[in-house]
Nanobody, 119 residues
Framework: VQLVESGGGLVQAGGSLRLSCAVS????????MGWYRQAPGNQREFVAS???????NYADSVKGRFTISRDSAKNTAFLQMNTLKPEDTAVYYC??????????????WGQGTQVTVSS
């Protein structure tokens, strides 16, 4: 089981990017999915999350600019990032709480995808 991320890249300030995170492998269920980011020299920080019921939560720094969504049928989460700023530059990581056995839930992490916003 793994999380496969895609969609990072280089964009100018004010531009947009859309990240995807797909669950690969056999699972029994997917609960909360989220996005975190880590800039050089900084700790990893929370960006956004979405529950299985669709409840979303955002860091204050991205509210109004980023939107998290999911396609439960495809076990995929998305992060639409608009009005990007240079301070959004970081490696973005997907996280998901997965049920890999009938009674076992575990947090998985993706490999990370680089987002670079130029000024």
């Amino acid at each position: 089981v793994q999380l496969v991320e895609s969609g990072g890249g280089l964009v100018q300030a004010g531009g947009s990017l859309r990240l995807s995170c797909a669950v690969s492998g056999s699972i029994f269920g997917v609960n909360r999915m989220g996005w975190y980011r880590q800039a050089p020299g900084n700790q990893r920080e929370f960006v956004a999350s979405i529950t299985g019921e669709g409840t979303t939560n955002y860091a204050d720094s991205v509210k109004g600019r980023f939107t998290i969504s999911r396609d439960s049928a495809k076990n995929t989460a998305f992060l639409q990032m608009n009005t990007l700023k240079p301070e959004d530059t970081a490696v973005y990581y997907c996280s998901a709480n997965l049920r890999t056995l009938p009674t076992l839930w575990y947090d998985y992490w993706g490999q990370g995808t680089q987002v670079t916003v130029s000024s």
